[in-house]
């Protein structure tokens, strides 16, 4: 499995940017997986040959350090922009 941040939902069309390689992107549709999932979610994924999902585990620890790192990034932009 690898790790993924889903970068955004669009119906059920999820876009997935690979952790740590964030230049490969996989777009996969799956009406069931997109209803459980919201942007920013980090999740592990393993694909089957055909494409689809085979498993994957929502990594919950993972997506709310990552969203902490966000917001502390954006707080500390907009602190400059306000100077």
Do not use: W
Request: proline share 0%.
């Amino acid at each position: 499995m690898k790790t993924y941040t889903v970068d955004f939902i669009d119906g059920d069309q999820i876009t997935f940017l690979e952790r740590g390689n964030e230049d490969h992107k996989v777009i996969i549709t799956d009406e069931a997986l997109s209803k459980k999932l919201s942007d920013g979610v980090v999740i592990d994924l393993s694909f089957r040959d055909d494409g689809s999902v085979h498993s994957y585990k929502m990594l919950i620890d993972e997506t709310k350090q990552t969203k902490q790192e966000s917001e502390r990034m954006l707080d500390k932009i907009l602190k400059k922009t306000k100077k």
